[in-house]
């Protein structure tokens, strides 16, 4: 008995679950009629009158409808206008309870989606929706004999069954042929109906329910010119919407060919030269030379401090160094060179460099200390930096606003001057890069520099120069060091000098059994990328509906075995939300 009882609980169980039982989703749209009218100037007015019964399951807040703006049309994209002229829905059950132009409106991948009804209300019941607008440069062709009119009128892309489809087409003109079809997309089935009410007026009428993703389009050819021939119009806007592609081209020339002048100085002839300026320091020069900050300006200026006498850099263990603060107190230094050197023995008179902790705040501190330093001594152009600024501004907005924002081109068809936009913010940026920020003096000042560097580049020659005095040349060594090193040529500089620079300065101590200028130079590499280290800030890590693309495929002609179910121009889908 008691296995009898499981056994009906069990079959209870199975019968009510099975399909049978299961309650079913009725959401359909019981009619769906659309009065069209194809007027002489190409454009065509469309009323759809659409008797929505919503979900049982799920509660709906009103309608959701779409039609496609962008078409395929022989591989490329064409835009249409579209334009909504109402908006009305009422309960079927009371036609004066009417609602008007309640709805939003979304532009998705060349689709027009609207939302109608209010989101913060649910429909109970049938409800009737009434949509009016025009399309322009839609489902119109123009051939050589005949035009013709080539529409979806529903377009296969209704979520929900529809039972009862019908339209009603008023012509410019009487039609020479008609024919329709109905289906998925691409279907070439023709069950439908045309009937001709009089030489300019038809209806058309699927003879079935349209399941779901299923729609009907019609296709009817007319005498040649009875519409308005919008082919070069649709061509003008065309290359309107797209001539921003050519934009880079007077920008460049402007830029390059124009302004170039006004924004670079004078090159001047560059002479060998071993001699400083005297309120000039390695890390001033680095800054003058390129305009931003390198961490081996840093470096390249401690050195300089330590060859005058400031402190002592000391290798204590393999690849580790500190500095040994010596008599000097930093007074006489310039603000930018006093701030790094207070910076440093803050820690006391012995500072490791794993003891500057947040060394690399400090490090920019001083640059931008001797960037200030360089715009109120008149080697840097304010004005200029402005410029250039701003140039790099507009360069980023232009390369990035159409990124951002490039959906909103793609929906309007204007990929041309999306590119345009791009490519014009890149040739902005590199313009922007040779802008010259140096004033007449700053410019002097840095071609002076360059003398250094050729000096440098070249000491092999000039070695004659100094081969009676030693110590002079020990002074020249020391004296550039610096300076070579922000050019990138310490060990070039050092190997000059690797059988004279023999004894181990007074500023340097370090882990040896034989000492010359370019085993320092070694050794200084790997102080700088100790240093250097410091000078980085450390690393941060952060947390790092389906509509088709570009509407159905339209264009070409309805006729000829050409036609199908969604080739035409317009055609809604949609379903309840």
Known sequence: MKKFNILLILLGILLFTSPTFAQEDNERILEYTSDIVVNRDATIDIKEEITFEPSSITARHGLEWQVPYIYAVSGAKRKTELKINSVVYYPLSNPEEKSNNIYSRRDENGWAILRIGNPDVYIEGTYVYVIDYTLKYSAISYFEDNDEVYLNIIGPGWNIPIENASANIKLPGEALDTICYTGPDGSKLQNCTISKIDDTTYTVKPNTVLQQYEGYTVAIKL???????????????????????????????????????????????????????????????????????????????????????????????????????????????????????????????????????????????????????????????????????????????LVFTPILFGYAFINVLAIGWMIGFIISGILLFIFSLGVDIRTEYGNKRYHHLLDLKMYINTAEKHRIEFHNDPKKYNEVFEKLLPYAMIFGLEKKWAKEFEDIYTQTPEWYEGNFTAFNAYYLANTLGTFNSKVAASSVPPSSYGSSGGFRSGGWSSGGSGFGGGGSSGGGGGGSGGGGW
């Open 223 to 397: 005498s040649k010119g009875v519409i308005e021939d919008t082919t070069k119009e649709q061509l003008v806007l065309t290359i309107l919407a797209n001539i921003g592609i050519l934009l880079p081209i007077p920008i460049g020339i402007y830029l390059f060919g124009f302004l170039k002048k006004k924004y670079k100085n004078e090159r001047l002839t560059i002479i060998p030269n071993y001699k400083p300026e005297k309120d000039m320091d390695s890390l001033l020069a680095g800054t003058l030379l390129t305009g931003s900050y390198n961490s081996k300006y840093i470096t390249a200026v401690l050195i300089e401090l330590a060859t005058k006498g400031y402190f002592k850099i000391r290798e204590y263990e393999d690849k580790k160094y500190e500095f040994i603060k010596k008599d000097k107190d930093g007074s006489d230094l310039p603000s930018h060179l006093k701030s790094l050197f207070d910076a440093i023995f803050a820690h006391g008179l012995i500072v490791p460099i794993k003891k500057l902790t947040n060394f690399y705040s400090t490090a920019n501190r001083v640059y931008g200390e001797g960037y200030q330093y360089l715009k109120d001594n008149d080697f840097l152009s304010t004005k200029s930096i402005t410029t250039k600024s701003i140039f790099i501004i507009l360069s980023i907005i």
